[in-house]
């Protein structure tokens, strides 16, 4: 138990799904973020938010929409995705601050057909 | 571009013996963190040593860090089957407060 879960733990879904995914934490942590694994890659930050506000967005594609609705809460909308983003999506979340320790939840496997 | 590398790429090794990981990074860091990753699971946390320190332990567990040299080591001493893992490192990324850019990681994996 990491103290950040993730839902759903597998997804599969066409190009043209809408889905969500979803990330919740209970450290009493203020930034949340979204990263993006694929295979012998390394790890991608796709979105970074603190005080649900967003501070970082690295160049994601608009077909991934992120929402923060408060601290312990986070989502990743997914539409009209593409068979490269299959990837294990990863959620973590931290304290305030510069260079925290990071908590990541077990992430969703993600595979687009 | 990458900060952190980790090397080598995959290590395997007989229960009891050391492991040794070995992470380079190009830009001047105030800290580097060592991050583990069972199959399937999340990152989790392992050690985080400042750029004033040159080695910590935690555990099993060993890092140092050389700043001249722009690199980290994590020794696993005795290690265990349940040791076996993805193990990573993670540079401030340059430019941000908040992020931090991990490295390939090192695939380890210990044999009983």
């Known amino acids: 138990e990491t103290g950040v879960t993730q839902t759903p733990r597998h997804l599969v879904m066409g190009m043209t799904n809408k889905k969500s995914l979803k990330c919740e934490q209970h450290?009493?942590?203020?930034?949340m973020y979204w990263y993006k694994q694929s295979a012998k890659k390394p790890l991608e930050l796709m979105f970074v938010?603190?005080?649900?506000?967003?501070?970082e967005n690295n160049s994601v594609p608009s077909r991934f929409s992120p929402e923060c609705p408060n601290s312990s809460h986070l989502f990743l909308h997914l539409h009209t995705l593409q068979p490269e983003d299959s990837a294990l999506y990863l959620c973590?979340?931290?304290?305030?601050?510069?260079?925290?320790?990071?908590?990541f939840g077990d992430g969703t496997r993600l595979s687009i057909l | 571009s990458q900060q952190g590398e980790e090397d080598p790429q995959a290590l395997s090794i007989q229960e009891g013996e050391n492991a040794t990981m070995n992470c380079s990074y190009k830009?001047?860091?105030?800290?580097l963190q060592w991050y583990r990753q069972n199959s399937g699971r999340g990152l989790v946390h392992l050690i985080l040593?400042?750029?004033?320190?040159r080695e910590k332990h935690s555990g099993r567990l060993r890092v140092t860090l050389d700043t001249s040299k722009k690199s980290s080591s994590l020794l696993i001493t005795a290690s265990r089957a349940a040791d076996t893992a993805s193990y990573f490192c993670?540079?401030?990324?340059?430019?941000?407060?908040?992020?931090?850019?991990f490295g390939s990681g090192t695939q380890l994996t210990v044999l009983p």
């Open positions: 973590a979340s931290s304290h305030q601050g510069n260079n925290q320790p990071q908590h």
């Open positions: 938010y603190n005080f649900k506000e967003q501070t």
């Open positions: 450290l009493g942590h203020n930034a």
């Open positions: 830009t001047s860091i105030n800290n």
């Open positions: 993670a540079t401030p990324t340059s430019g941000s407060a908040r992020q931090l850019t």
């Open positions: 040593i400042r750029s004033n320190e």
